[in-house]
């Protein structure tokens, strides 16, 4: 990883701190603004094995969430994780961070 990604993920994982979760899985979520942290979305060609996806496919989780989606890839559980990407996204575009 080179310098400048490193930089852009700590400055990615500083901004989930405190942040809600928008994964928001019911029944798993522990809504804990203070576990918050960057989920990253992997998909064939976007992430695998030592390669992180950029920060276009990122959601603040909180642990548990996190957790969750780090062991399951049943539909259901990629459609939430998808919609908290986006909701992610929206956050950062209403920040500043994302330039629409």
Known sequence: MTGK???EQKRITDLARGKPCQIRLVGICN???ETTAPC???MPCFGGIG???GPLFVAWGCS???AWVDSHHDAETQLAFAHGVLRTQAEL????IIQW
């Not at 575009?93 to 500043?96: F, K, P, Q, Y």
């Open 5 to 7: 990604r490193r930089r």
């Open 31 to 33: 809504r804990n603004d």
């Open 40 to 42: 990253h979305f992997r």
């Open 51 to 53: 390669f992180i996806p």
């Open 64 to 66: 548990n969430c996190h």
């Open 93 to 96: 575009i209403a920040e500043g």
